[in-house]
Structure formats: structure tokens, C-alpha cells
């Protein structure tokens, strides 16, 4: 056992799926105008006025220290913004570097001394963060020792390329900065690459079988479900850092969904209709690969489905067709802070329900800007810096190119999942359905391993813990990585700043669990492909041709699912 400190998002400062979806459809801006938080915010700040003297007060007199050139404040060791030497060496630079720190930090303290309640604290502090941050000395091309610097090292050009990627980059949406160039990496080449074949195309999904890379196979197969609101190849992101080609290494026999992106006229898709989808691509992997069952690994809200298919199949007689069910950064449970409600209300659930049904469909696009706000410092700022103020193209990164290709969500299944998390459906036996069957997660007996990732900011590891506690599993293992929601993931060995921790989910809460899971160096990859091993039967020799005379290969992976806008 290990008691070593990892670093962690506290439970009650995440941004979770739901909010997204709920905050989505109407974009950062509607998150930004004053609402009752606001209100609750300024009432409980007018009733401590002994508080705000204390506050203003202390912020005074740094002030004058800055003023005077007395003052010592100066950023975090983690703050990278202000890591050019000018920010310390020019005196106007360094008041203003120290003033904006002062005042922010005043800022963060009273919101603070507020004490509202966890929802109302997280709309404030998004509004806060994002105010603050915006307002950076930083983001300022007047103030910017990069930006000046730019300027004379390209006799000027800087400031007109800055200008015409802010043009480009307004003319639609996400209306951020862009994190990657759009031919930065050519999907099937680049990302997505490796070898296989589609061997069933619906209306909703392509299934991919994957070229075995060992003589000898785990005879039970894993069929991947990924999200519904990214493209599928997170898992498969490039040559080296692909988990799939990691596990095909190891013997493991893999099929993977790729969704089809939906138009407004599959605005009907719902949740059922992806849970159908599920059964059929399971169906469809069993009849290949001549087994019984298979393993099942869902991701992020693909889990979510995966979880629910996973107890309609036990519900009508069919559970032992999962050999194993692996969550991976899923939530189930969406209880925060002790408190069984999700961050979302009423009316805006309904409002999100509506504008996505006025549309047809939830805009990724949309998505990807509220995702961006939720982290401005890291994913919009430090892009506003690089290629507005410098005037430089953004370096390519195969992670923010496969975040960048967004996708939409069919209305149906965008109103599916909001009241799933308005109402915690899943964390009540027979509250939830699918295909028609009552869902009980406790029901789901299969082995599970279920992941999380101790810095995600989407899918938080308390989330996935008592997630993983809603299983019926006798068999169970919960995971740690050390990583966010995206690094969790894209995780191979060899990182030696990686670890994870594991052990089963047996305490009741996660941080009883955290204080006596053990602790293990590297990536959890190699611990999961063994305890697929485990759990696959006996290898044999591996198939001569991928899919069937059934199913034969329709054409090359990653297929042409992947390719649609």
C-alpha cells in the first residue's frame, strides 16, 4: 500500500459531461450573463462587510508595495504565462505582472469567503476563471514581451499573419483560437492508422475488425465502444500510442464501433437506438470471432451506453455474452460532492433539450468552444499568444487535431443523456430503461475494470469510483491513472512520470480507497491487457482473413464513417 499523494480535481470543482451538454447548445456566452448566482454571489459578499474590508484592505497595501517596487509576489512555479525573463526584468512589466496577480488572487479569495453552495460556487468560478484569465497582462499584444519580440524578428509580419488567423479563426465556429492546423494530420495516415478492415456498415455505425499482429490469439474478443461525441480514434491516435495497437500486441483480438456523424434528419436517434447498435456490432464480433461472449470496453459516454446495454442484455437472460465490461473516464453516477443531483437545473435542461431539438442535432462545434472556456488558460489564452500575438502557426498535435474533429449528437440522444444526468437515473434500479428493459446496474455480474483519471476535469475519478460501485461485478477493479481525461487514455509505457494506482472498489468512499490502493509505476496498459489474458480463454492460432463469408471486409480501416464533416 502507498499513501503517496497524487494530484487530484476536488469533486466539487469538475466540469462534468452533464454540464456540457447542458451548457452546449447556447455556447460559453449564455454561461457568462448574470443569473441568479450572481445574485446569491453579491447577497452573501454584502452580509460580510467586515470581509470585504479585510479583503480591499490587504489588496490595498499590496498595491502600493507594487507601486513602491517593494512588493515580492510573484506567479506559481506551475504558471507558465509569465515565464519570459522581461515579466521580472522590466519594471513596468513586473508591476503589471504583480498587480494582476494581487487582484486575481483577491478575487479567487472572496469567492471563497462567500461560501455558496457547490453549484452556485461552480458557476461563479467559471465566470471568475474566465474574467481573470481573459485578463491577463499576458494576452495583451501592447504588454507581451513575445508579441514584441515576434514583431522585430519578422520586421512586422507577425502582427499581420495574427491578424488574418483571428479572421479566419472567427468566421466560424468554435470561435477560439485554433489549436492545430486542419491539415496538420490526414486521418488513416497519420491517426487512425492502424491496419484493418470495416466488415458492417449500418445507418448508424461502422464496425471495424483489426489485423491481428500475433501468431497466436486470445480467443475472446474486445469490441470497443467509444463516445458519442468524438470521433472513435482517441484509442487509436498514432503508431506508438495507440491503444489498440498496443493490445493487438498482446494477442488481443479487437473490433472497434466507429459512429456514423448524424445530420438533422437522424435527429430521432436516441439512446435506444445506440444501445441497438451495441447488440448488433456485438452480435456481428461473437459470429467472427465463433465465441460466446466478448469483452466490452465503452469510453466517456460510449461507457455510459455500454453499462446500459450491458444490463437490457442480463435483463432478458443474455448477461454471460459480456466476459468482461471495462469502463474507461465513464460516469455513471453523477452524485456530487454527497449530493445526488446533477450540476444542471431544470429549466436548463429544458432549455438545451429544446434548442438541440430545434436543430436537430447538439453542434460539436458548439461543444468544442464550451469545452475550451472550461480551461481558457491552457486551451484558448496560450493559443490567443501563439497565433494572434506571435503570429506563429500552432504546433501539430495529434490529440487537439482528433479534438478538433468534432462530430454532432442526434437530438434524441442528446435529450436521453441530459435527463439521465438531470436525474441520476442510473444510481436507481429501474429508473432508467433500454430497449425497453428496466436498467439495474447491480444486475451487471460480469468481471469489470473501470479507470479513471486523478486530474480529469470531465469525467472525475470520485464520479468513476462510485460508478464503478454500481456494478454488480464480484469480480472488480478500479484504476487510477495519473493522468487527465484525454491522458488517461493515451497512456503507453515507457512514461516514467506515469503511475496509476488500482484495487477493488470495495471501500464506500474514494478517498477510503485512495488511502489503501496500492501503487504501481508506468502506464496501466500492460495491467489491463493482462487482465484481458486472464479472462479470454485459451490463445489459438490467429484467423487467416479478417470478418467472415458473412461479413466480409468492405474496405480498408479506418473506413469512411470517420471521414464525414
Known amino acids: 500500500m502507498s499513501t503517496t499523494p497524487l494530484p487530484t480535481v476536488p469533486d466539487e470543482l469538475t466540469a462534468p459531461l452533464d454540464l456540457l451538454l447542458t451548457s452546449g447548445t447556447r455556447g460559453v456566452a449564455a454561461r457568462m450573463l448574470p443569473d441568479s448566482s450572481w445574485t446569491r454571489l453579491g447577497r452573501s459578499l454584502a452580509g460580510r462587510p467586515g470581509t470585504l474590508a479585510r479583503r480591499g484592505g490587504a489588496l490595498a497595501r499590496e498595491l502600493g508595495a507594487i507601486a513602491v517596487g517593494t ?46 453552495d457547490w453549484r452556485d460556487h461552480e458557476r461563479m468560478r467559471f465566470v471568475l ?65 492502424t491496419k484493418g478492415a470495416v466488415v458492417l456498415q449500418t445507418r448508424t455505425f461502422e464496425l471495424i475488425h483489426y489485423t491481428p499482429q500475433t501468431e497466436k490469439v486470445h480467443a475472446t474478443p474486445l469490441l470497443i465502444v467509444p463516445p458519442v461525441i468524438n470521433k472513435y480514434y482517441i484509442l487509436d491516435i498514432a503508431p506508438g500510442r495507440s491503444l489498440i495497437e498496443y493490445l493487438l500486441q498482446q494477442g488481443q483480438q479487437v473490433f472497434a464501433i466507429s459512429w456514423r456523424n448524424p445530420h438533422a434528419r437522424h435527429r430521432d436517434w436516441d439512446a435506444d437506438t445506440y444501445g441497438a447498435a451495441i447488440v448488433e456490432a456485438l452480435d456481428t464480433v461473437q459470429c467472427i470471432a465463433g465465441t460466446d461472449s466478448a469483452h466490452v470496453l465503452g469510453t466517456c459516454s460510449g461507457g455510459i451506453l455500454a453499462a446500459m446495454v450491458a444490463a437490457h442484455l442480463t435483463e ?6 459480456i ?5 474507461a473516464v465513464t460516469v455513471l453516477d453523477q452524485t456530487r460532492a454527497g449530493t445526488a443531483a446533477a450540476v444542471m437545473s431544470e429549466r436548463a435542461a429544458a432549455a438545451a433539450i429544446r434548442d438541440s431539438a430545434a436543430k436537430g442535432y447538439l453542434d460539436g462545434r458548439t461543444l468544442a468552444e464550451m469545452f475550451a472556456w472550461l480551461r481558457p488558460t491552457d486551451l484558448v489564452w496560450r493559443y490567443w499568444v501563439n497565433n494572434y500575438v506571435q503570429g506563429r502557426a500552432p504546433a501539430a498535435f495529434d490529440v487537439l487535431f482528433w479534438n478538433s474533429d468534432t462530430t454532432r449528437m442526434a437530438a434524441a440522444l442528446h435529450r436521453d443523456l441530459v435527463l439521465l444526468g438531470l436525474r441520476n437515473a442510473l444510481t436507481m434500479p429501474g429508473a432508467a430503461t433500454m430497449l425497453g428493459a428496466p436498467v439495474d446496474l447491480a444486475t451487471v455480474t460480469a468481471d469489470a475494470y473501470v479507470v479513471g483519471g486523478s486530474a480529469d476535469h470531465l469525467c472525475p475519478w ?58 504501481a509505476p508506468d502506464s496501466w496498459w500492460p495491467d489491463y491487457a493482462r487482465w484481458l489474458a486472464e479472462r479470454s480463454g485459451p490463445d489459438i492460432d490467429t484467423p487467416g482473413s479478417l470478418g467472415t463469408r458473412q461479413f466480409p471486409p468492405l474496405g480498408p480501416a479506418p473506413g469512411t464513417y470517420v471521414h464525414h464533416n
Do not use: C
Open 462 to 519: 470520485q464520479s468513476t469510483y462510485r460508478s464503478a460501485r454500481l456494478l454488480g461485478s464480484k469480480d472488480s477493479r478500479f484504476v487510477l491513472s495519473s493522468n487527465g481525461h484525454i491522458a488517461s487514455l493515451v497512456n503507453p509505457p515507457g512514461n516514467p512520470r506515469a503511475s496509476f494506482r488500482f484495487g477493488q472498489p470495495v471501500p464506500e468512499t474514494p478517498d477510503e480507497w485512495l488511502a489503501a490502493a496500492e501503487t
Open 316 to 321: 432478458i437472460g443474455e448477461g454471460d455474452r
Open 71 to 116: 512588493s515580492d509576489r510573484s506567479p506559481a512555479k506551475a504558471d507558465k504565462r509569465f515565464g519570459d525573463a522581461a515579466w521580472q526584468q522590466n519594471p513596468a512589466l513586473r508591476r503589471a505582472m504583480q498587480a494582476y496577480l494581487a487582484t486575481s488572487h483577491t478575487a479567487a479569495a472572496l469567492l471563497d469567503d462567500a461560501e455558496l
Open 129 to 193: 476563471d474566465n474574467l481573470v484569465e481573459g485578463l491577463s497582462p499576458t494576452n495583451n499584444p501592447l504588454l507581451s514581451p513575445l508579441g514584441w519580440k515576434a514583431m522585430v524578428d519578422t520586421g512586422g509580419l507577425s502582427a499581420a499573419r495574427g491578424v488574418r488567423a483571428l479572421v479566419r479563426d472567427l468566421r466560424s465556429k468554435p470561435r477560439v483560437p485554433a489549436m492545430v492546423e486542419p491539415d496538420a494530420f490526414a486521418v488513416g495516415e497519420d491517426v487512425a492508422a
Open 323 to 327: 466476459a468482461g465490461l471495462t469502463l
